[in-house]
């Protein structure tokens, strides 16, 4: 069990690194503003989703990302999520391009992305020691990721001319991180798929951004 958690938190660290660099290449450079910053979280993202649902496929793993026909609770619940997210979109348009594609980065494909790593992979990586192990650990190692985060908060809070504190928000983000991990794992325990994680990380996202 050790080995595998190792080898899943090298590779969770492999992402993220591959992540932060190529922020720090494309849009941490003089003259770049927050545009930048969500051209490039939406490509790596969507690309990144892409791929693991191929290998999904390839490898016979069925998420369970889009809610049941006949569920009644799941249909319910994806509506509602599609019209959150509908709602937080005309108010954002005022703001125009940016302000929208923004917002689908935060509460479309982070979500995406997030659930099918962690609820999806890391799950299934862990589960070998029980579905218990799989909440508890999976959800432990979503609070650490969102240390990859920092960085961007650091520079976007700068950029408004109001700088926060590093370690004051590394805190936030891994406690909260490790909450909100425990909230959508159990959705994924309960439900024993991704799609109710998924809907609600959704609607957490679309409220916070």
């Not at 649902?53 to 509506?79: C, D, I, N, Q, W």
């Not at 302000?99 to 890391?122: D, I």
């Not at 983000?173 to 309960?190: C, D, P």
């Amino acid at each position: 069990m050790a080995k595998r958690l190792l080898g899943i938190t090298a590779g969770l660290a492999l992402l993220q690194g591959l992540r932060l660099g190529g922020l720090w290449l494309v849009v941490y450079s003089p003259g770049r503003g927050s545009l930048a910053d969500s051209l490039y979280q939406a490509a790596y993202l969507g690309l990144a989703s892409v791929l693991l649902l191929a290998s999904g496929r390839r490898t016979g793993v069925a998420f369970g990302l889009l809610p049941r026909p006949g569920h009644r609770r799941e249909l319910l619940a994806g509506g509602a999520a599609a019209a959150f997210f509908l709602i937080a979109a005309l108010l954002r348009l005022p703001e125009g391009g940016p302000g929208l594609l923004s917002l689908a980065s935060g509460a479309l494909l982070t979500p995406l992305f997030e659930e099918l790593l962690f609820r999806g992979w890391v799950w299934r990586g862990l589960e070998g020691r029980g579905e218990k192990a799989a909440y508890l650990g999976s959800a432990a190692l979503f609070g650490l990721w969102h240390l990859g985060y920092v960085p961007s908060i650091l520079w976007r809070t700068a950029l408004l001319g109001r700088p926060a504190a590093p370690l004051e928000a590394a805190v936030w983000k891994v406690l909260a991180g490790t909450v909100f991990g425990l909230i959508f794992g159990a959705a994924r325990y309960k439900s024993g798929r991704i799609c109710p994680s998924l809907l609600l990380h959704m609607a957490v996202n679309t409220f916070g951004s």
